[in-house]
């Protein structure tokens, strides 16, 4: 018996030594790791050009009224190649205060900038941009009964009621949806499961959920997004398949099975 206790004792003790050593090598290898992704993302931007930003009144592209039923398939006008609408750009935390409170200020910083985007206001300063997302917060609070992780839908009732923007909930989305409202001058902003993003800039593993700016797309193959969840966010570029599997609703802090949805904004006729 005093055997058997001495083995059981040395082999937790071993599995101990293992896990503790696991957990080191882990804390060891992630930054170095997080330091390579950082390095790889930016030789990757620093090879695309992005393109020219767009003029707020830039013509849209012509949209074709939907054929009737009994009539034959028509083909979508041709899309520009490229878009790159001029979308002022602010962080989730613009004193770099990444507190509770700044971690869940995601949705606040997409509709700011998107608000001020449509109003062809800049956001002047990190005072500035904290004023105006606790005023977010306060409606949220009022008129919601909380503010953290809210939906695409009560995202779309905060956009409508502060900055009288049209919202749409777009729940076919495709990269096809998405380029057209882009090039109509119309903003996307989705909710996101945020691990599956892979921005090496976020404190790792990321945000489970997150909700960021989708401001334009290039030639080839990226989304151009303003991503309020790091200070280096500003025109930051998604692989388009990452960014579209990546897009799910909040559904209980799941959003990796939440609804496939994105906020269609424009301003109101």
């Known amino acids: ?10 082999k937790l003790h071993s599995r101990i030594l293992l896990l503790i ?84 200020y995601c949705e606040e910083a997409s509709t700011l900038m998107v608000g001020r985007f449509f109003r062809g206001e800049s956001i002047v300063g990190p005072k500035d ?24 839908a009560e995202t779309a009732q905060l956009l409508e009621a502060v900055y009288a923007v049209g919202v749409k909930l777009e729940n076919n989305v495709s990269s096809e949806a998405l380029k057209r409202a882009l090039a109509n001058n119309k903003l996307v902003i989705v909710p996101a499961a945020g691990q599956e993003l892979g921005n090496p800039y976020f404190k790792q593993p990321g945000p489970r959920y997150h909700m960021l700016v989708v401001k334009g797309y290039t030639n080839t193959g990226y989304f151009i997004t303003n991503d309020p969840g790091t200070k280096r966010g500003a ?3 998604y692989k388009e398949k990452i960014l579209l599997d990546a897009i ?18 424009s301003n109101r006729p």
């Open 129 to 152: 941009a904290e004023a105006a997302m606790r005023e977010l917060e306060s409606w949220e609070v009022k008129n919601l009964g909380y503010s953290a992780s809210t939906t695409a």
């Open 21 to 104: 050593l696991v957990t080191a090598l882990g804390l060891w290898l992630g930054p170095g790791q997080r330091r390579i992704a950082i390095k790889q993302y930016e030789q990757t931007a620093a090879s695309i050009q992005l393109p020219e930003v767009t003029p707020a009144n830039s013509q849209p592209v012509n949209q074709k009224p939907a054929p009737e039923s009994n009539a034959p398939n028509s083909e979508p006008d041709s899309l520009p190649a490229q878009v790159n609408l001029n979308v002022p750009f602010t962080s989730q935390a613009p004193e770099g205060v990444w507190d509770t409170r700044h971690e869940e």
């Open 248 to 265: 799910g609703d909040y559904n209980n802090n799941n959003p990796a099975e939440g609804a496939k949805v994105a906020l269609i904004v």
């Open 235 to 237: 025109n930051f570029l």
């Open 1 to 10: 018996m005093m055997k058997q206790a001495i083995k059981s004792g040395q």
